[in-house]
């Protein structure tokens, strides 16, 4: 029989046709829908903008050198 892992906990299904797994390719509703709940939340993060920190020298032994 075929295989496949559930794409989110890993747990191992066994198959005769995809028509036995109706959260293909997850093993629950409930893996499904927390996965569905993972993507969306990376796509949001992913539209943040990046603010990494800068110029945190400028505090060090120049503050009137402000250009
Ligand atoms: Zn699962």
């Known amino acids: 029989m075929p295989r496949i892992d559930c794409r ?4 191992e299904l066994e198959y005769k046709s995809v ?3 109706p959260y293909f390719p ?3 509703e409930r893996c499904k ?3 569905l709940d993972l993507w969306i939340e990376e ?3 992913i539209e943040e ?3 990494p920190e800068r110029e945190k020298e400028s505090e060090k032994e120049h503050p009137e050198e402000e250009a």
């Not at 989110?8 to 747990?11: E, H, I, L, Q």
């Open 19 to 21: 028509r036995d797994l």
């Open 26 to 28: 997850f093993c629950s």
């Open 43 to 45: 796509k949001h993060r």
């Open 8 to 11: 989110y906990c890993g747990k």
């Open 33 to 35: 829908l927390i996965d």
């Open 49 to 51: 903008p990046l603010t």
